[in-house]
């Protein structure tokens, strides 16, 4: 079984930054990807950025909607993942989580606010 506890999030004016981390209970060195989502009240949750191993040489993926903004990070050492977001907008504005799925289940932690005023 996976903890993950996510923190960091806040209220934060348009064009701010935020850095979102979520720290997990086991090595993250046997978790192959992890990722963040988010979600509004009555809303799909969607799917922000994806980090894989470093050993994959694959480069972390984004939504369309972050790409440029956000930057998702790992610190093996840690157990931790971050989620750097800058020039925040309104629309950013959600429930933000982090997930990942270790030997077939699916964990996600509590999620963190986020709140982008104008």
């Known amino acids: 079984q996976v903890q993950l506890v996510e923190s960091g999030g806040g209220l934060v004016q348009a064009g701010g930054s935020l850095r979102l981390s979520c720290v997990a209970s086991?090595?993250?060195?046997?978790?192959?990807?992890m990722a963040w989502y988010r979600q509004a009240p009555g809303k799909q949750r969607e799917l922000v950025a994806t980090?894989?191993?470093?050993?994959?040489?694959?480069?972390?993926t984004y939504a369309d909607s972050v790409k440029g903004r956000f930057t998702i990070s790992r610190d093996n050492a840690k157990n931790t993942v971050y989620l750097q977001m800058d020039s925040l907008k309104p629309e950013d504005t959600d429930v933000y989580y982090c997930?990942?799925?270790?030997?077939?289940?699916?964990?996600w932690g509590q999620g963190t606010q986020v709140t982008v005023s104008s």
């Open positions: 997930y990942v799925r270790y030997l077939g289940a699916n964990y």
């Open positions: 086991v090595s993250i060195i046997r978790l192959n990807a």
């Open positions: 980090i894989t191993s470093s050993v994959t040489g694959i480069s972390p």
